[in-house]
């Protein structure tokens, strides 16, 4: 079975701090993993993912197969990264399988 | 970027009702599309996969004949929730592949549709 946790549900911030957003997961396979962002009273929309390799708005996040974890980093946080972020996970990676996500964390940063 | 449409956004019904929650990709075709539940400040819970053409595949604990999915064109599928009942109240959403990225092409979602059962 295919597992997503992600510990924390708020997250609170200054602006201009470093953010980590923790997800670890638990798949036997070989996943592929993924970062979603929900932003007030708008629709989930994809952040990255793990094959990709890139930097959005920002962010990073290295999968780090030891440790079975996938965090989510910016260095320095800004008011528009609020918002609530979803850890998720597709098995088999390449395939068109479904996802399963965490529960989701809070991120608010105040100035 | 590719655009996935639900309809409606919220709706209000009776107990014992059923109703029917439309999926549409609007500028790309969709051979899979996938439904989630979502409750209040919780995850997207996977219901089912949707495939066009064929049945729907459901996650276990899910009743098929309670919420029932057809997926007739590679642009639409539906969702009815059959009988419903307050506890079937909730947030749900679905998600859909450009089917020509293959497996690996980014997963759109749609806004949203929030059920009210009375």
């Known amino acids: 079975a295919q597992r997503v946790t992600q510990p924390e549900k708020l997250l609170s911030v200054f602006k201009g701090a470093p953010v980590e957003l923790k997800c670890n997961y638990s798949?036997?396979?070989?996943?592929?993993l993924f970062w979603y962002v929900q932003y007030s009273r708008q629709r989930l929309q994809l952040l990255l993912r793990?094959?990709s390799r890139e930097s959005i708005k920002g962010f990073t996040a290295d999968l780090n197969k030891g440790e079975t974890s996938f965090h989510l980093k910016k260095p320095f946080a800004q008011e528009e990264d609020s918002a609530m972020y979803y850890c998720?996970?597709?098995?088999?990676?390449?395939?068109?399988?479904?996802?399963?996500f965490g529960t989701g964390t809070r991120l608010q940063v105040t100035l | 970027g590719a655009v996935v449409s639900q309809h409606p956004s919220w709706v209000i019904c009776k107990s014992g009702t059923s109703v029917k929650i439309e999926c549409r990709s609007l500028?790309?075709?969709?051979?899979?599309m996938f439904w989630y539940r979502q409750f209040p400040k919780q995850s997207l819970m996977l219901m089912a996969t949707?495939?066009?053409?064929?049945?729907?595949?459901?996650e276990q604990g899910v009743e098929k004949d309670k919420f029932l999915i057809n997926h007739a064109s590679l642009t639409l599928s539906t969702l009815t929730v059959t009988s419903a009942h307050p506890e079937d109240s909730s947030f749900y959403i679905c998600?859909?592949?450009?089917?020509?990225?293959?497996?690996?092409?980014?997963?759109?979602f749609g806004e949203g549709s929030r059920l009210t059962v009375l």
């Open positions: 798949y036997s396979g070989s996943p592929e």
């Open positions: 500028d790309f075709q969709a051979t899979t």
């Open positions: 949707s495939n066009e053409g064929s049945k729907a595949t459901y």
């Open positions: 793990h094959i």
């Open positions: 998720a996970l597709s098995g088999d990676a390449g395939t068109a399988s479904k996802l399963t």
């Open positions: 998600s859909a592949r450009d089917s020509t990225s293959g497996g690996a092409g980014e997963l759109f």
